[in-house]
């Protein structure tokens, strides 16, 4: 679609249509045609070093990624003659030869860069894949006599100079000084989401963007495809950006492009849509190029329908769907519809008991090598609605015994949703300052307004009994199958947005991490059939959704009388 007045720049809200019809899900971006025909005649004549015959790309290569060169490379703003598109982020299936375009991509933009001196980067994750982007690089360059005397190759540094210029493009496995001390004009990332697993990506991401506010600019390119996991870390941000773009709520003047090879979620949670082999052509854009369609669906029947775990991670790799929220199958059911609810104005607790008549608490919790967590649900007075807010905790401990969250937690940390307390005394006393919060807010009922699962909570029963917080306040809530109405319910209050939750990525991540499965005639959310994933903050909501399904109504809140109009009038009477 154009760039009109109407749409925020690269909205593209028809892209599931352009998928369909075989084009590129993105925006139409206007082009400096000059720059576009330069850089399109360079890549197209470069040639694959590891194909039998070495094609050129002008025939290896799709139209879909020659759309993304060139507004990436060529973007032209038609009244200001400046750029468009200082990033852009592809997530496209593997084996779309993903990495040897970006290869090719990387040596246009340093054959068209007349700068000199400058620096560009091609980052990847691993020395496995750095050494395969820059092999590509480095074969497309020795496969052509002419380019041997555009380019010089350093092999040991993994780095390419334009000797006319003395530009680089430098070949990097990722780690956090990548960037010291440089400041690179264009940066590419290759499999972005393996960096969501790493520490300090994000901080990295910041220092290579930070060449975007002089006055040279940077640009940044990420293509990726969807994570083995639940996206974590700057994946999950750049993911939720980009999606935002397209969708037209990213802002009026966004500089990320996006270009999302994926179904829409109610496809993706469809498992007989996108189990459908017929459907797969519309999120690859490269098959019968590098993908055998063959032997893809030969893969899938012999090698991803093994297991249930094995499916969803093919189908995450090979069909982009996202697993946690987008995958369907023994997810819990409320998981489709969480991320829809959110309610940016649920920034902290005080906005919950500002907007509620009536509060609940569930409490789960933790061992040294596990979360605890509490949750509090609001109702309001008017709409009835349900709001919702979580708070965690973990020990020093669990960073030991639980390395494969590590940087998941840490990230929760950073955004406030996990606290770090010394000890199970300091956890416990934390988690009893917001009971005791809620409590002297008047919003808790009288009677069960705390709701605990009984096991382990020594510690947590005496700091609520130092607070003044006792039963009949505090009640044990039965779990397993007894928690059936909470496990059942609230997916249908959060499919008619009656419960809505401050954008917590906590929650987020223990919704995703959360599987039922059917025990008789009841589901069952346990973490016993989550397996290593954490849910203990989506446990505590069901705590406290058990509560609050009773209706109750706040001790501090109005008399009875005046819930039923009596002193109104009486009022009126005298």
């Known amino acids: 679609m154009p760039i009109t007045e109407d749409l925020p720049r690269f909205a593209c809200p028809d892209w599931w249509d352009r998928l369909e019809a075989g084009q590129t899900p993105m925006a139409d971006i206007p082009l400096n045609a000059e720059k576009a025909g330069k850089a399109l005649a ?40 400046k ?59 020795r496969l052509d006599q002419k380019l041997k005397s555009v380019f010089n190759v350093q092999d040991h540094l ?43 990506a994000a901080a990295v991401m910041q220092q ?9 600019r940077g640009q940044v390119l990420m293509i990726t495809t969807q994570s083995d996991e639940s996206p974590t870390g700057i994946w999950d941000t750049e993911l939720k950006k980009a999606r ?43 098959l019968g190029r590098s993908i055998d369609p063959q032997a893809l669906v030969d893969d899938y029947e012999n090698n991803g329908k093994a297991t249930k775990e094995a499916e969803q991670i093919w189908a995450s790799q090979h069909l982009n769907i996202e697993i946690g929220v987008g995958l369907g199958g023994d997810n819990w059911a409320g998981a489709i519809d969480w991320s829809s609810c959110v309610d940016a104005s649920i920034k902290g607790l005080d906005d919950l008991l500002d907007r509620s008549e009536v509060c609940t608490i569930g409490i ?70 917001i009971c005791r919060k809620v409590a002297d807010s008047g919003l808790l009922p009288e009677m069960g307004g705390i709701g605990l699962d009984s096991a382990g909570i020594a510690l947590l029963l005496d700091a609520l009994d130092e607070d003044g917080l006792q039963q009949p306040l505090t009640q044990a809530v039965a779990q397993g199958w ?58 505590a909501l069901f705590n406290a959704a058990m509560l609050m399904f009773r209706n109750p109504e706040a001790s501090g809140g109005p008399s009875v009388y005046e819930t039923r109009g009596i002193l109104e009038i009486e009022v009126e009477y005298l």
Request: proline letters at 5%; hydrophobic letters at 40%.
């Open 482 to 539: 007894q928690l059936q109405t909470a496990i059942s319910s609230v997916p249908l209050k959060l499919g008619d947005r009656r419960f809505l939750h401050g954008d917590q990525p906590i929650m987020q991540w223990a919704v995703g991490n959360a599987k039922q499965e059917l025990k008789g005639s009841n589901y069952v959310v346990t973490k016993q059939a989550s397996g290593a994933a954490k849910i203990d903050p989506l446990m």
């Open 208 to 216: 290579i963007r930070g060449g975007g506010i002089t006055m040279q």
């Open 364 to 433: 789960d919790w933790g061992g040294a090598d596990d979360l605890a967590a509490l949750y509090v649900i609001g109702r309001e007075e008017t709409t009835k609605r349900w709001l919702g807010w979580c708070q965690a905790w973990a020990r020093p401990t669990v960073f030991e015994r639980r390395k494969s969250i590590a940087s998941r937690l840490q990230e929760f940390e950073g955004c406030g949703d996990l606290i770090i307390a010394k000890s199970g005394e300091e956890q416990a006393a934390s988690a009893a300052k």
């Open 158 to 200: 993994k780095c390419i100079t334009r000797i006319k210029t003395g530009t680089k493009l430098d070949v990097k496995t990722f780690d956090t000084s990548i960037v010291t001390g440089e400041i690179p004009i264009l940066t590419i990332i290759d499999e972005l989401h393996e960096l969501g697993k790493k520490n300090k």
């Open 244 to 286: 935002a773009i397209r969708d037209g709520k990213g802002g009026s003047s966004p500089i990320m492009l996006p270009v999302l090879y994926e179904f829409p979620v109610e496809k993706q949670v469809n498992q007989d849509y996108w189990r459908d082999r017929k459907n797969w052509r519309y999120i690859l854009p490269n």
């Open 83 to 141: 750029r468009l598109v200082w990033e852009l982020l592809c997530m496209v299936p593997k084996k779309n030869s993903k990495t040897t375009y970006v290869a090719a991509l990387g040596l246009t933009a340093l054959y068209l860069e007349d700068a000199p001196n400058r620096q560009m980067l091609l980052v990847a994750p691993s020395q496995n894949i750095s050494e395969r982007c820059f092999g590509q690089a480095q074969g497309m360059i």
């Open 42 to 81: 360079f890549f197209n004549r470069l040639r694959l070093p590891d194909v039998p015959g070495t094609p050129r790309l002008a025939e290896a290569c799709g139209d879909w990624f020659r759309d993304i060169l060139c507004a990436f490379l060529a973007s032209e703003d038609p009244d200001t003659k």
